[in-house]
Structure formats: structure tokens, C-alpha cells
């Protein structure tokens, strides 16, 4: 098994300021731990990187065809995305689509991610809603789900609606983990999240990205909605869409809080989690970048946009840089 140090340092005149420890696992076919950084079995929550798992009932059981949604709400569904416009557009016409509006969103209300989403919602004077929340696509489509069984809307962010009931079996499967083993908390959106390794959560990630490449109906929707999609998934600024744009689909991510962010590489069979043990976000991306480097799934000379993710300059306020956040080696 290969070992990687992926630890993050922020350094400015070359003293270190900072640093975060990071954890990772990597997955291969088989299940098999092929690669890992500090300790591939610490357990965090998931968080967003539950996503394209929690919004596949929906599409094995034809609710997404029957409203005759496509690419466009799948890709939100995984998204955790900037709040832009267009991400808020989508989440609103979704659930239109149902007879739905905002205030049916069990999601809470917070400033969009991207910089873009938070200048034009304050240059147009428009109110932050529910719909700006990142998670706002899970929702509707988790709405859509309950709409589409003919169960309640009204309850479904809570762990004994059906809705929630079939995406924890969803889970275990994909997991492996079975339903009662895993631990259950309230994510940040208000609906269930588990608890599980990180090995775990590469093994699932591992398993979307073979079973995509095999063309298995609901992984192959899902990873090409993700794919094909890439600014739905994220946004402007947002380094999920940046890593899926500049590799072309190669490289799936998606983001969790607290420091987690899991990874599918379809064309090697891969899985990838990566936990910032302090739960800092500003040291998930370096680390990412440095392990997919390490991995030679990306090459040393970046994208412009990646070269700045791997090592991101740190600006005072006079807008000088003074320091830069960085793999530590």
C-alpha cells in the first residue's frame, strides 16, 4: 500500500504559520485500500459527500423521468452549490414543478458560497432565501421523491419519512456499511448524515466510479450529470466544477464540510476521501490537488486555476500577497 504526506502548511516569510494534518484514503477495485495518508479508518461525518448517493431512490425508482428532469436537476441534486442565479433559477423551477415554492425547503438560509452569487445578489438587491442555500437541489429533489411515492412533503428532512428511509438504505449499500451500523447525526441543510470512515466513504465513491464505467443505469446518470454539468455542481469559483472542467470529466469531487471531500476517478476505478483533521476547508484543496498528483492522475504542470488551488496566495487587505497555503511537501 503506498503512503502519501499530504499535511497543508500557511506560511508567510517563510515562517509557518499553520498546520493541518490530513487523512486520506484510496480505494481500488476490489474494495482494496491501495493508498492512504495519516489514518484511513478515522471516522467523520460525510456531510456533502453523501450527495449523488442520497438522490439515487429517486432516480432507480423513475421519479426523475416521470417529471421528465434531466441532466440539469440531477447535477443540482449533487451539488453543493455557490447560490448564483442560475443555481437558484434551477432550484426554483424544480420545485415549481411540483407545486412547491421556497418556504417548502426544510434548508436554512445563508449567504451564497461564490463571490459571483454573493455580488449579484447584492448589487440586484435580491433577498437570500432558502434557495440560495447550497444544498437547495438535495432538497428539491428529496421534495420531488416524496411528490413522485405520493407520500408527505411535509416531514421529509426527518429520519423516519420514507424519503430519508430509502436514502439510508442507499447508503448501507453503498457503504457497505449495514443501516444500523451507521451512525446518524443532523446535517448542517437539517436532514440525516452518517457517520463513517474514511476508507468507507472511498470504497462508496470507488464503487460509483466503477459501476459508471461499467454503464450501470443510475451511477452511469449520475456521474455524467455531474460531468456534463460541472457549474450546477458548484459554481463560478467553486473547485468542484474547477477540477471536473479543467480534467475533463475525469476527476469527480464533491465537497463536504469540515474538511471532508471525496473523489471518483471512473476511468481508474478509484475512490478518494480526504479529512483535514482541524476540519479546516482551506487545506482540503492543496491536499486534494498534491494526492491526485501523487496518484499521476494529474501531471506536475496545473491548470492555472488548479496551480492556484495547490497553492493558494494569502492577500492582506491592501491586497498584497504575503503568504501562501501550501502542501507541506
Known sequence: MDTYQLDVVVTRAGV????????AAVVGPGDRL???????????????GAKPFQVMPFVSDGGLDDLGWGDDELALA????????EHVALAEAMLRDIGLEEGDLACGVHEPLSQRGIRLARESGTRVSRLHNNCSGKHAAMLARA?????PTAGYERAAHPVQESV??????WTTVPAGALVVGIDGCGVPVVALSLDGMARAYARLAQA?????????????AMRARPFLVGGTDRF?????????GRVVAKVGAEGVHSVAVPELGLGIAVKVEDGAQRAQ????????????ILGSSLSPRLAEYLRKPIRNTRNEIVGEIAPAC
Open 147 to 151: 411528490h413522485a411515492a405520493g407520500w
Open 78 to 85: 449533487c451539488a453543493s452549490h455557490g447560490g448564483e442565479p
Open 285 to 296: 484543496h492543496p491536499a486534494i490537488v498534491r494526492l491526485l498528483q501523487a496518484l499521476g
Open 34 to 48: 491501495v493508498g492512504r495518508a495519516g489514518d484511513p479508518s478515522i471516522v467523520s461525518f460525510w456531510r456533502s
Open 16 to 23: 509557518v504559520e499553520s498546520r493541518h494534518h490530513v487523512h
Open 240 to 248: 468542484d466544477s474547477a477540477i471536473l472542467e479543467d480534467t475533463g
Open 168 to 173: 439510508l438504505a442507499a447508503l448501507a449499500d
Open 212 to 224: 459508471a464505467s461499467r454503464g450501470e443505469e443510475v451511477a452511469s446518470r449520475v456521474v455524467h
